[in-house]
């Protein structure tokens, strides 16, 4: 078990720039979640995959944000024309296909537009 | 609809003091519960889970929580706090459903004093 792991950790970029981030999940969890955490908020829920299958999206992922899960392997979370509003911890999280609602977490990738 | 309340967006304590972290529920079925602690620049780690089993949960690092229906709270505890204890805390509820995701509160900023 390696953990979820998330890729850049830190990524610093100009407003208007499209940025990618990359969640890889502890490899036998089927369900994948994205939240976004701002500084003095808990994390807020942006979207879930059940294998490949995106079934949930919030109201918070505007139409720049895009995610995906091809293969149900890792998934990448797109955002583009970034604003300086889109500053935060985007974190990853995965569970296994059973009903504990236990999630697991990645460290995070820290986003800052300027 | 699930959610989460935690009085007190900061407590402080001195080192070997009690520790006691508010959170109040609201759940429109048998709720499933957490806390998670969030280290500087980290992502979350699970410190203990209630789910409808024993109602006195013990969860790592010596904390634990007592879920009470009839006061739809589940405040987390530790008898002795540490320097390393310093840390956000966050209390979750599972939303249930199909995509199970979690509902966070907005945290508690935990400073031990020497």
């Known amino acids: 078990d390696t953990g979820v792991s998330q890729d850049p950790r830190h990524k610093i970029t100009k407003r208007g720039q499209n940025v990618t981030f990359r969640c890889d999940p502890i490899?036998?969890?089927?369900?994948l979640y994205w939240y976004r955490q701002t500084l003095g908020q808990g994390p807020e829920f942006l979207t879930y995959?059940?294998?490949?299958?995106?079934?949930?999206k919030s109201r918070l992922l505007s139409d720049r944000f895009s995610a995906e899960r091809p293969k149900g392997s890792f998934s990448t979370l797109e955002i583009q024309r970034t604003e300086q509003g889109d500053s935060a911890m985007y974190l990853c999280a995965s569970s296994p296909d059973r009903d504990t609602g236990e999630l697991f977490f990645g460290e995070g990738s820290r986003l800052t537009v300027l | 609809a699930q959610s989460v309340t935690q009085l007190g967006s900061h407590v402080s304590v001195s080192e070997g003091a009690l520790v006691l972290l508010r959170c109040n529920y609201s759940?429109?079925?048998?709720?499933?519960l957490f806390w998670y602690v969030q280290y500087p620049n980290q992502g979350l780690q699970l410190l203990l889970k209630?789910?409808?089993?024993?109602?006195l949960v013990k969860g790592i690092n010596g904390f634990e929580a007592e879920f009470k229906k009839s006061e739809t709270s589940f405040h987390l505890t530790k008898p002795s706090a540490h320097m390393s204890d310093a840390a956000e805390y966050f209390c979750?509820?599972?939303?249930?459903?199909?995509?199970?995701?979690?509902?966070f509160g907005t945290g508690t900023l935990l400073a031990v004093q020497p």
């Open positions: 979750a509820v599972s939303g249930g459903g199909a995509t199970n995701k979690l509902i």
């Open positions: 759940s429109s079925v048998p709720p499933y």
């Open positions: 209630y789910t409808s089993a024993a109602t």
């Open positions: 490899s036998e969890h089927n369900r």
């Open positions: 995959f059940q294998n490949e299958a995106q079934l949930e």
